[in-house]
DNA sequence: GATGAATGAGTTTTCATTCAT
DNA sequence: AATGAATGAAAACTCATTCAT
């Protein structure tokens, strides 16, 4: 593919990403991603197939992006712990420095129709794999808990990440930063709520 | 006799809940619901303002039977310990015994039009408050940790909780129950993932 | 039919005039008029076939009453002139004094659907025709010229007593009285806008 | 080539005019205007933005063309007795050449929602407006009497007029045409009904 | 490659009227 | 006579997608 189209196709990503973010997948509409873009609406479709390719594939390249920007990160901690409080500020980070990306996918990522639904989880999966991996590696190591599902432990994870996230998110004026969340986070689940361990 | 039929009402409601549940409530047709009612399409409209009206009432008084229950039986631990475990138990129970009501909030609580999400999330803080109340007074008490917020711990373990039923809720062929799940979240959210405290 | 009945298909027509005036029939509602009547919506339709049917009953009731009154004080005049002058004051006097009576049939007269509307011309013709008749009279008695046929004579005298009328109706604040139209109508009318005569 | 094709748009406003004229603006269907257009039902909506702005477009454009028409040729008349003769010959006239357009209007004008009524009325003022000169023009001239109000003038001319039209309108078999009144409209108007002045 | 005019499917809501009580 | 709950037909408008140029 030429490069002057190479720059039309992100272009168009740039502009949908934007729009998606502000006016949500359902209302978001062509002709003014088209307009934006500076292109004719049926531009638009010489490079995604449809409306639904259009999210689902800035999805993926996007995702694409951060999964080994996070990985490599996450590479970098000693210990489980140490991986954990990574993959904790560096989900934040993300969320903090593309609030666009992460309004358009933790909110789109629950509704849409069910297509686009089941790819975007599909690709999301890899993202929250890393947690997963962490987790059983820790625990192989001695150092989580060996009586915990990293199914459940990863669940949990992203939960509460995703929820502080997407609160955050829809705050209107965001004076508070994200990341000043994150000591609280990694202390509920690294180490729990509880003063007093259960009997 | 209340004013037009009662048992209607009811009938109405909960052919209403199952549609939206089934299709969401921006795919769901209101002559689905008179159908599957017994109605004519005009006979919901002696019930119900608007089909938003439909879906936030149903929300609302759900949530009205749904809040005093968990509180009720939240009361009954005699720690903050114990009140979150019940808490947790009690979050799971309903997702497990009401996947209908459950799918429709947890998915519509995030998309619907701005209106409709404005009035479901004024009385879903009813319900999250539940769980920031336990974390302040368990800290007063000195039973949970007195350097978390409040308004944090209550979003990670509503964010945990609600990552996991909503996961559970999609997988078609629910051969485990949710309530299954409990222990690990409990021991993840309660005590923590790490074996060692931090340093 | 019992006086009480009586009673109660006077004040449906009384409300029914009234909400016709405010609304329009278009707009007005059978069970507004059913609310301010004090009565079930069923009930409307034991004294009136239909909505059309409560709007052409509504103007012939009203103009019976007219008619002979116009008629009567018509016939007072010793002139054609005079008779022509008394129409002129007895329309904008009824007018005047029953505007919401007016407003429903200079309206609802050219609008409606055909069905209502041939009812509504078919009784309206019979007021038309007084002005017909004096004109006739008024040529056979050398009064008026009598090369001037008297449909297009009645339709000219009403077409500009309805559009002053109109107006009138139309201008919120009623500060000027309708019968102050009523001199210079009659110049024109009945002795012409010109001061030479045509060669 | 201006944007989208001249020539649909003037076919989709000459149908859309014969079908309000025949079945009302009320009655008239978007999708019968598109059907006998040749175009889509959406189709109408690139060209125009509503029903409403339809009707509002069509009236104003058409009175662009009326209003200098008329203007012009009342400009040739020498005096105001020319000037309101001819006034009327052109209004009778475009009565007759354009029934759908007169009956659009002429109905129209008076029902509708208030929204459209406003639109068409302030135009139509433009219209009415050249008789009021023309009779201000003729009291200074010394042509027309001066005791009358150009205003009631105005509104006594056209209303006659008016009224003549439509029911020239609505008499289905038009076997006589709408200019052979004009002679008794201009004795009336001009010279008025009756043969010996007041005294 | 690019355009943008054209397409046409799809759904909530209102309200006059009915009829069982 | 009166009620009022129930009925159900009916129509404007949007917007993703296409395809002739």
Not at 79 to 99: G, T
Not at 121 to 140: H, M, R, T
Request: glycine letters at 4%; one cysteine or more.
């Amino acid at each position: 593919m030429p490069k002057k189209s190479e720059a039309k196709r992100r272009r168009i990503k740039e502009v949908a990403l934007r729009v998606f973010a502000e006016k949500g997948f359902a209302k978001a509409r062509i002709s003014e991603i088209a307009r934006q873009a500076g292109v004719a609406d049926g531009t638009i479709y010489l490079y995604y197939k449809s409306k639904d390719d259009l999210l689902i594939r800035i999805f993926e390249e996007e995702m694409d992006g951060i999964i080994p920007q996070v990985r490599e990160r996450v590479a970098k901690g000693r210990s489980a712990r140490e991986k954990l409080s990574s993959f904790i500020d560096a989900h934040f980070e993300i969320v903090e420095s593309r609030p666009d990306l992460a309004t358009v996918l933790e909110i789109e990522l629950r509704q849409s129709n069910t297509f686009v639904r089941n790819h975007l989880k599909q690709k999301f999966k890899e993202y929250l794999d890393i947690i997963a991996e962490i987790v059983l590696e820790g625990q192989q190591r001695g150092e989580i808990r060996p009586d915990i599902s990293p199914s459940v432990a990863k669940q949990a994870v992203f939960g509460a990440l995703d929820d502080i996230s997407q609160n955050w998110l829809v705050l209107q004026p965001r004076k508070v930063k994200l990341s000043e969340f994150a000591p609280d986070v990694k202390k509920i689940l690294l180490d729990g709520l509880c003063l007093h361990p259960a009997t």
